[in-house]
C-alpha cells in the first residue's frame, strides 16, 4: 500500500512563500504521473499542478507563474514551491499520485494566507 505524506503547510502572509513536501512509501517511478490539489472551504477539490513521467508539467491558470511543482526522484519526494501567496490560495493542499489502474491521496496539509 503507497502511502503518501504531505508537509510545509502553515500561515503565511500575503506575497509571502511556502515550499509543500508531498513523500511517497514507494518508487516515484511507479506513478505516471503526480501532483497537487487543494481544497478551499465550501469549493471542490480543484488540480493545482501536475509533473509526468516524463517530466513535462501543467499549472492551474490562478497559479501559473507563482507556482512551481518538482520532484526529486531519488528522494522520492514531489515539491510544490508556492510564492506570491494570495489570501485565495487559503485550502487544503493534498497530494496525489496515479498508477495505471490506481490513485492514491495524501492527508492534506493546511495553508492559510492572511492579508
Known amino acids: 500500500q503507497v502511502q503518501l505524506v504531505e508537509s510545509g503547510g502553515g500561515l503565511v502572509q500575503a506575497g509571502g512563500s511556502l515550499r509543500l513536501s508531498c513523500a511517497t512509501s514507494?518508487?516515484?517511478?511507479?506513478?505516471?504521473?503526480m501532483g497537487w490539489y487543494r481544497q478551499a472551504p465550501g469549493k471542490q477539490r480543484e488540480l493545482v499542478a501536475v509533473?509526468?513521467?516524463?517530466?513535462?508539467?501543467n499549472y492551474a491558470d490562478s497559479v501559473k507563474g507563482r507556482f512551481t511543482i518538482s520532484r526529486d526522484d531519488a528522494k522520492n519526494t514531489m515539491y510544490l514551491q508556492m510564492n506570491s501567496l494570495k489570501p485565495e490560495d487559503t485550502a487544503v493542499y493534498y497530494c496525489?499520485?496515479?498508477?495505471?489502474?490506481?490513485?492514491?491521496w495524501g492527508q492534506g496539509t493546511p495553508v492559510t494566507v492572511s492579508s
Open positions: 509533473i509526468y513521467s516524463g517530466g513535462s508539467t
Open positions: 496525489n499520485a496515479a498508477e495505471i489502474y490506481r490513485t492514491y
Open positions: 514507494g518508487s516515484i517511478f511507479s506513478f505516471n504521473a
